[in-house]
């Protein structure tokens, strides 16, 4: 059937060709549906005009979204949250698909990061969570990127030693101090948020870095961890988990009902130097307000008594007494 369009549909027609901007050829598309007569010989135009409509609206929405800057809010899970931090290229993707069961894209050329992409890190019996991100550059960075670092508890910065470390460290630093981060207390401006920190400095494996890491590490003058790792070869991300967790500062605290034994599968997290009373408003604020005393079990302690104010260590055995 024919689509015996009239006068004024061609007329739209000629406005969405001459259309200069997306808004210009919506109003233009929405005035030809309007005009076109509603029978079988126009289905197949009609349709075509509505995916054309769709495609401009999502590209202009798109576009107002990106105006206004999108957001990403990653809800921390496991002992604490820790958000990778590297120039592209310098191994982010590899470390976070060997130590997690995340999958985010690894290949030699850089920025095939773009978006967060979080993994859980088993140490010990608690999971961390790692969280990839795109690469920090001179030439661009999301404005979101900064919102993570900041909300992170811990920062995992990864060095690349066969690009002059001592630079990259430099780089970085300067980076994050564009959102107003910074690791070292030395380095802290008006307005800047502290992050502690964990460096690594990665590609061990290649000739010559071994003694390029012992020059660089010469010239370290930071407060913080500095690790020689190889993704590759997987050497030293045993040590990794262990020092991720010590720089969490929080410990593992486990249950036991009184006759019974200890739950040890799954631990409660607490910040360092919780107290008695603490756990037990974790566990439930019922048991905290009518808490009397508990008693403690560790490789030292053997069922002791102790108030609500006791300060709590890394695997403590705990039993609430209400």
């Not at 990839?132 to 060095?159: H, T």
């Not at 919780?274 to 604020?285: G, L, M």
Request: proline share 6%; hydrophobic share 40%.
């Amino acid at each position: 059937m024919p689509a015996n369009l009239p006068p004024q549909y061609f007329s739209a027609e000629k406005k969405y060709r001459e259309a200069k901007t997306p808004q210009e050829k919506i109003s233009a598309l929405e005035e030809m549906l309007t005009i076109m007569p509603k029978h079988k010989g126009t289905d197949k135009l009609r349709a075509a005009l509505r995916r054309k409509l769709a495609q401009f609206k999502n590209a202009l929405e798109a576009k107002r979204k990106t105006k206004k800057g999108l957001s990403y809010v990653i809800e921390k899970q496991g002992a604490g949250q820790v958000a990778m931090v590297g120039l592209p290229n310098s191994g982010k993707s590899s470390l976070v698909k060997n130590l997690t069961k995340a999958t985010p894209e690894v290949a030699d050329y850089p920025y095939t990061t773009r978006i967060p992409v979080p993994g859980m890190m088993d140490y010990e019996d608690v999971q961390i969570q790692l969280i990839d991100l795109p690469p920090l550059s001179e030439d661009y960075m999301q404005p979101w990127l900064g919102d993570i670092l900041k909300r992170a508890d811990l920062l995992l910065i990864i060095l690349d030693l066969t690009h002059d470390p001592l630079n990259q460290w430099q780089r970085v630093s300067k980076l994050l101090g564009k959102f107003k981060i910074t690791v070292s207390e030395r380095n802290r401006g008006a307005g800047f948020f502290i992050k502690k920190a964990v460096v690594i400095a990665n590609k061990l494996d290649i000739p010559e870095t071994q003694e390029i890491f012992k020059i660089f590490k010469s010239f370290w003058e930071e407060n913080l961890p500095l690790i020689p790792v190889s993704v590759k070869e997987e050497k030293n991300l045993d040590l990794v988990s262990k020092v991720l967790f010590e720089r969490l500062e929080v410990i593992r605290v486990y249950s036991k009902a009184p006759g019974k034994k200890p739950d040890l599968t799954q631990p409660f997290i607490l910040k360092k130097g919780s107290t008695v009373y603490e756990f037990a408003d974790k566990v439930h604020h019922h048991i905290a307000a009518n808490l009397k005393f508990a008693r403690i079990w560790n490789t030292q302690l053997k069922g002791l008594r102790v108030e609500r104010e006791y300060v709590l260590k890394d695997k403590d055995i705990v039993e609430l007494r209400t």
